[in-house]
Each structure stands twice: as C-alpha cells, then as structure tokens.
C-alpha cells in the first residue's frame, strides 16, 4: 500500500456536486492499493498515520501526532499511486490491485482506522470521478509505502 499524507487546513471531496466527505484540520490521506497487499501493509500504515509527529506544537515544531493536536482523516482511493511510468507514454497500473479487490480492502482499511481512532472517519467515494479540495498546511506531504518499511 502506498499513501500520500498532506497536513491540511481543511479539505473535501465532491462527487457531482454534493460532498461526499469533509475535514478541518488533520490529514488528507490518498490510498493507493496494491495487488499484494495484506492485513499487515494496513495495519502498519494506520500505525504509522497515527503515530507520526507531523502536527505543530506550541513552539512551532512538528511534535504532535494527528490525535494529539486533535485532528481528522479524509481518506482517498487513489490507484494511480501504482502506476508504472518507466516504459513509453501511457501509464501501467499492472501493480494496482483489480477494483473489486482494492474496493474491499479500502473499505477494510477505513473501518480498521475507524476502530483505531474510535470515530467515524471521512472519505470520498470509491471508483467515484472526484474533485478533492485542500488547503495544504506547510505545505508538509509525505509519502509512505508498505513494501518500503526500512
């Protein structure tokens, strides 16, 4: 699994016209699902979400993790994340798992972070054509990769 974290401001996805999720503060996270990914590529990702020191503290240092500085999650289906730009001019996503599967591992991923955090979390719409709307604070965006740990 790879994911994008960007620290927001706030942000939002729109699927014709009505939104479909929407946060203050926190992180927009673009969830990118691979053909071999598991149980354990989520339950490290969450971890390391969660754990992050990414949030300012009062002296302006990144110290606070997301739940410390009291923010949210908008979390984003985002295959394209898989894509394979090495050979001609059009992308490959051979890596990205086949949309009924990532479909229910993006769902298992949501309801797993839910529980971690005790709260409903905010998403878009999967296989949806979304508008997402962001304020970048920092701007600060990281990427992760469960199959890049070390």
Not at 38 to 54: F, V
Request: no cysteine; aromatic share 8%; proline share 2%.
């Amino acid at each position: 699994m790879k994911v994008i974290l960007q620290r927001v401001m706030n942000a939002s996805v729109e699927i014709d016209t009505e939104i479909s999720g929407s946060i203050n503060h926190g992180l927009l996270v673009y969830l990118g699902i691979g053909n071999s990914d598991t149980k354990e590529d989520m339950e490290w990702l969450i971890k390391k979400m969660t754990q992050l020191r990414i949030f300012s503290d009062k002296e302006g240092k990144m110290n606070l993790n997301i739940n410390e500085a009291e923010g949210e999650f908008l979390i984003v289906s985002q295959f394209t994340l898989h894509a394979s730009l090495k050979k001609g001019n059009r992308p490959s996503f051979t890596a990205a798992a086949k949309p009924e599967e990532a479909e229910e591992k993006y769902q298992e991923f949501v309801e797993m972070l839910e529980l971690k955090q005790g709260k409903q979390i905010q998403t878009g719409k999967f296989g949806a054509h979304m508008k997402v709307i962001s304020v970048n604070d920092g701007p600060v965006t990281f990427i992760l990769d469960s199959k890049n740990k070390f």
